[in-house]
């Protein structure tokens, strides 16, 4: 059995795709990080990232080790839980934009609440900005977000994984040239909707909004029906869905951070708990948009 302090490093170190984020997050030094990832290669005997001094990148065998990695220390979880029995217990704000909800996050959530009994939570799902706004007034404990890598993280922020971001479309949707670009958008504010206007002005090329929606749900079936374009996380896009092309000369997007944000005021060991949980089990296929 590999050790679980070595597969958590090894996760922080994927999610991050930084030895220096990874070390930062789990409160250890960057030699100790590589150490771990050493003792972890050693340990399979399969080289599990590729890295050079600007990048680092998971092997495949890396790929494949991340999904074990998260059942591994669930069940290691479970174990503890069933014979240590969890002493956490109180009250907790948590918020979440409805893309996250689509993906592993729901059954994170679960696994936590079977092993952490005596936590109540109360769940708020609304769009980035707004829940970044109750994270800030107080209203919220904890807060899973969406944020720009160049905007400067909050001291309480946890980076929880890098994504792409990428234009989608319908199959056979058409993005002409010399026409402007139809966008389907949620209601301001929004992260996604300022990225895809912003991006399409410093490109100098003319835009349309087509739709205004609510949420992801909208953003897909406006997108589905052929009204226009979105801009997604590149793994929160559904396989029906494709990237536009590059025929059409449509900027290229930047990254996107997945952040758990905590309230000062936030109850510490049932906060620490569910960050902990989500930053265990928000492997690398798992992203937003």
């Known amino acids: 059995m590999y050790e679980p302090d070595l597969l958590r490093t090894f996760l922080a170190v994927a999610q991050s795709l930084s030895f220096t984020r ?9 030699s100790t990080v590589s150490q ?10 399969r080289q599990l990232f590729v890295r050079d001094t600007r990048t680092v990148a998971l092997t ?7 999904g074990y990695a998260v059942e591994i220390l669930a069940a290691h979880r479970r174990a503890e839980s069933h014979f240590n029995g969890s002493q956490v217990e109180g009250r907790l704000r948590f918020g979440v934009t409805d893309d996250l909800a689509l993906t592993a996050l729901p059954r994170i959530l679960r696994t936590f609440r079977q092993l952490n009994p005596r936590v109540d939570i109360e769940l708020t799902v609304l769009q980035n900005e707004l829940l970044l706004r109750r994270i800030e007034s107080g209203h919220l404990d904890v807060a899973f977000v969406k944020k720009s890598p160049d905007t400067p993280t909050l001291s309480i922020g946890q980076l929880v994984r890098r994504d792409r971001l990428v234009w989608v479309a319908a199959e056979g949707t058409r993005v002409e040239v010399d026409e402007p670009v139809p966008l389907v958008v ?15 002005q410093d490109a100098g090329r003319p835009s349309r909004i087509t739709c205004t929606v609510r949420g992801v749900n909208g953003v897909l079936a406006a997108v589905r029906a052929g009204l226009g374009i979105a801009v997604m996380a590149k793994t929160l ?3 029906d869905l494709v990237e536009v092309p590059a025929a059409s000369r449509l900027p290229k997007l930047p990254n996107l951070d997945l952040v758990l944000l905590t ?15 989500i930053r265990a089990g928000a492997a690398p296929t798992v992203a937003a948009g």
């Open 60 to 66: 495949a065998d890396g790929e494949a080790l991340a």
């Open 186 to 200: 949620y209601q301001a504010p929004s992260l996604s909707r300022s990225v895809a206007t912003q991006a399409l």
């Open 22 to 30: 990874a070390a930062a997050s789990l409160d250890l030094r960057q």
């Open 36 to 45: 771990h990832v050493r003792r972890l290669e050693d340990a399979v005997g």
């Open 263 to 277: 309230n000062p005021q936030a109850p510490a060991a049932p906060a620490a708990a569910l960050t902990s949980a």
């Open 237 to 239: 896009t559904p396989g």
